[in-house]
């Protein structure tokens, strides 16, 4: 812009300005009137240079909108990339936390099934003591059963030695 005003300062002469009417537009650092009057050509490369000036400027601002474009698309991209990925994460949450629930419910059914091998335990456990118990007293009757039976054998035989003793001193006695 700033070469566009020195250049259109080196067609300006102040000598020969014109007094301009208040409803026409003014370009500022533009030539004065009669210069334009004077010189078509100097009009003709304002004019191309303001022409230049403009299609410089639809340039620009093409590219820009063609950057905002690009930038807009790759937002929204991004954007449905990013949602795609937070539903896939959500469906993984939702199957880890299915599974953890059916991870919670199996565990209590071993707690109550522990609960109740544990009960069976105690109540097996009870049963022993009481067989091992039952033992324990039968085969104190049955040691004590063992040694009576000894003892009844033992006095079987001394009578049966007595009586043989005596049958044998009567025989010879005899």
């Given at each position: ?112 099934t522990l609960k109740r091998t544990e009960t069976r335990i105690a109540a097996a456990e009870a049963q022993l003591s009481a067989a091992e118990l039952q033992a324990s ?26 009586q043989k003793r005596e049958a044998a001193n009567l025989a010879a006695a005899a």
């Amino acid at each position: 812009m700033a070469w566009l005003r020195e250049r259109m300062r080196n067609h300006i002469d102040p000598a020969d300005s014109i007094e301009m009417p208040d409803n026409v537009f003014r370009i500022p650092n533009a030539p004065a009137a009669q210069t334009i009057y004077d010189g078509g050509q100097a009009a003709l490369d304002l004019i191309d240079q303001v022409a230049d000036l403009i299609r410089g400027i639809e340039e620009h601002a093409a590219q820009r909108e063609l950057r905002a474009r690009h930038l807009a698309q790759d937002a929204v991209e991004k954007l449905h990339a990013a949602e795609a990925h937070i539903q896939s994460v959500e469906a993984e949450r939702r199957a880890v936390e299915a599974g953890m629930n059916e991870a919670n419910m199996r565990l209590q059914e071993l707690e109550k099934t522990l609960k109740r091998t544990e009960t069976r335990i105690a109540a097996a456990e009870a049963q022993l003591s009481a067989a091992e118990l039952q033992a324990s007293a039968a085969e104190s009757r049955a040691i004590k059963a063992e040694k009576t039976l000894i003892r009844i054998e033992d006095a079987i035989r001394s009578q049966l030695l007595r009586q043989k003793r005596e049958a044998a001193n009567l025989a010879a006695a005899a």
